[in-house]
T-cell receptor, first 117, second 111 residues
Framework: ETGVTQTPRHLVMGMTNKKSLKCEQH?????MYWYKQSAKKPLELMFV???????ENNSVPSRFSPECPNSSHLFLHLHTLQPEDSALYLC????????????????FGAGSRLTVL | GQNIDQPTEMTATEGAIVQINCTYQ??????LFWYQQHAGEAPTFLSY????GLEEKGRFSSFLSRSKGYSYLLLKELQMKDSASYLC????????????FGQGTELSVKP
């Protein structure tokens, strides 16, 4: 496996379910990100982890709970979601804290398409 | 606030040239990225500009004018496989290098 891998690729859940999205990067990067992509809207940054520590929570509702056990793995735990949470959830990684230069290009996974019924 | 504008959709003909514009009004600008995203796939890096001017990379070129808050992505010799969404994103240095995205431009290449 190379790059950034996300599982599952598709997920359908009810509003009372609990599920998790998983992201794994094989690039030796130190920063990992969760983004939300809704139709016709810009990518929204949700969470940032640098060296396993959360450095940004972009006012995300508590029904989304991230977990970063090590620099290679990132999870997004989901519970009591709303239909408006249906979207493509993208994981990304970069070499260091923040894409502040061309050296810190974000590498994205293919995303997990979430549908909340 | 931060604001990035791109056209929502564009259509062009195979073999032609197309220019996708991006204008931005942000604080603490520290560079601009262009990403390509095919339907159902991950966004992939195309270019990064931090200084004014044109960066050329094969069929793709990207231009930046910091004084005008303006960038464009130029695609030459269009191919059908260039049909995709093109995302403009600005780096905000005084927010830890945060990347703010535009809504993306959906490009359709017709035969």
């Amino acid at each position: 496996e190379t790059g950034v891998t996300q599982t599952p690729r598709h997920l359908v859940m009810g509003m009372t379910n609990k599920k998790s999205l998983k992201c794994e990067q094989h690039l030796g990067h130190n920063a990992m990100y969760w983004y939300k992509q809704s139709a016709k809207k810009p990518l929204e940054l949700m969470f940032v982890y640098n060296f396993k520590e959360q450095t940004e929570n972009n006012s995300v509702p508590s029904r989304f709970s991230p977990e970063c056990p090590n620099s290679s793995h990132l999870f997004l735990h989901l519970h009591t979601l709303q239909p408006e949470d249906s979207a493509l959830y993208l994981c990304a990684s970069s070499q260091g804290p923040g894409p502040s230069s061309g050296a810190n290009v974000l590498t994205f996974g293919a995303g997990s398409r979430l549908t909340v019924l | 606030g931060q604001n990035i504008d791109q056209p929502t959709e564009m259509t062009a003909t195979e073999g032609a040239i197309v220019q996708i514009n991006c204008t931005y009004q942000t604080s603490g600008f520290n560079g601009l990225f262009w990403y390509q995203q095919h339907a159902g796939e991950a966004p992939t890096f195309l270019s990064y500009n931090v200084l004014d001017g044109l960066e050329e990379k094969g069929r793709f070129s990207s231009f930046l004018s910091r004084s005008k808050g303006y960038s464009y992505l130029l695609l030459k010799e269009l191919q059908m496989k260039d049909s995709a969404s093109y995302l403009c994103a600005v780096v905000i240095y005084n927010q830890g290098g945060k990347l703010i995205f535009g809504q993306g431009t959906e490009l359709s290449v017709k035969p």
